[in-house]
């Protein structure tokens, strides 16, 4: 049976600028010709993060190229900033593949930036985790990240990792980090204490009242990876909250330090492949779409990149199971659920405001 997107809720420049730009140059010289058209019909225009872009590059578009024919012009940008580009140009933007966080692909949703992924063109959907295709979203889900604890192995075991009670020991303040509510740590840490501690993800007076109670004890509140990971080599914390990602490099050092799910109050974010409701080349745009979710380009980008493959017939590599183990194979059977976008849009803005007041501020 043919698996669909299920109906949602009403709600760098690029790497070939100068083969494109002569593109352009000559259809404003010669008209607009078939041979002109045959040739956009050729290339796509692909949003995406600023990091690993020559990683990405390697495990995903090139050979989606040698295989379709169709050549890739990259952009990169931050989420927020490329969402801001998309809604100031339009129909105009140029763009066929939006790479996004999941809170970025519904913010842009709200206002009808992104046109519903065509289950029919895109094959590969029968094959990916049913997580990947969740209700609220016009694009599936091509990767994710795992919450939890990075720690250091000569000062913590893994239950006491585990237990959300260690951010508020009085035996490690000043030796903790946590993420800002700005950064996507940062949410799912919110959710995670509000279950553990409230009534559900979305109890975000029990969570603040507790992380503003821990926050004494707190080093920093961080929000990039690179401030964590400086912290913990330096000896300067023994725990963060962060992403399975964070850890990768750490543990694959040799270093004694690791990650762990918590215990209660486990989620994930997933990164989603939208097209916006301008786009040029659908056709293009849908032909990727289904390539990057092949459990052929899964494996590699999961090598190269370090993605998280929602395609359960791609290789996890050894470096990543040596941070999450098994969790990989079925993150929904390991306890871990995506947040609710429907409930996240609509209050972001008051609660990143109240996390700054009660949390923080302090």
Not at 79 to 86: F, G
Not at 197 to 204: E, L, Q, S
Not at 330 to 344: F, K, N, Q, R, W
């Amino acid at each position: 049976m043919n698996r669909t997107l299920p109906p949602r809720r009403p709600a760098a420049r690029r790497a070939t600028a100068v083969a494109a730009t002569g593109l352009f140059l000559s259809g404003l010289v010669t008209g607009c010709s078939a041979a002109d058209d045959a040739s956009a019909q050729d290339t796509i225009v692909v949003s995406t993060f600023p990091f690993g872009v020559e990683e990405f590059q390697e495990a995903v578009i090139d050979p989606f190229t040698a295989e379709t024919g169709i050549e890739v012009e990259v952009e990169t940008g931050s989420n927020a900033d490329r969402l801001s580009q998309l809604q100031v140009a339009g129909d105009d933007s140029g763009i066929d593949v939006m790479l996004l966080s999941d809170y970025y692909a519904a913010l842009g949703q709200e206002t009808d930036l992104f046109q519903d992924v065509d289950a029919a063109k895109v094959p590969s959907l029968d094959e990916v985790a049913d997580f990947a295709l969740e209700d609220g979203y016009a694009g599936p889900a091509y990767s994710y990240q795992l919450n939890g604890t990075i720690y250091a192995t000569d000062a913590l075991s893994a239950d006491e990792a585990a237990d959300w009670d260690l951010y508020g020991d009085p035996a490690h303040a000043g030796e903790l980090a946590l993420p800002d509510i700005s950064v996507t740590a940062g949410q799912l840490m919110v959710s995670g204490v509000g279950e553990a501690y409230g009534d559900g993800p979305y109890d975000i007076d029990t969570a603040l009242g507790t992380l503003g109670g821990w926050a004494p004890g707190i080093l920093q509140f961080y929000s990039s990876s690179t401030e964590v990971t400086n912290l913990l080599t330096q000896g300067e914390i023994v725990a963060a909250d962060s992403l399975s990602g964070f850890a990768t490099d750490l543990v694959a050092s040799g270093e004694p330090f690791a990650w762990t799910p918590p215990a209660t109050g486990r989620y994930m974010a997933t990164n989603r492949a939208m097209v916006p409701a301008g786009a040029p080349n659908i056709d293009g745009a849908h032909r990727f779409i289904d390539y990057l979710l092949s459990a052929e380009a899964q494996t590699r980008s999961a090598e190269l990149v370090g993605d998280l493959p929602v395609n359960p017939g791609a290789t996890v590599p050894d470096t990543i199971s040596a941070v999450v183990g098994d969790i990989a194979d079925d993150p929904v059977a390991a306890g871990y659920a995506t947040l609710d976008p429907a409930e996240l849009v609509p209050t972001r803005g008051e609660w990143v405001d109240r996390f700054a007041r009660e949390v923080t501020a302090g």
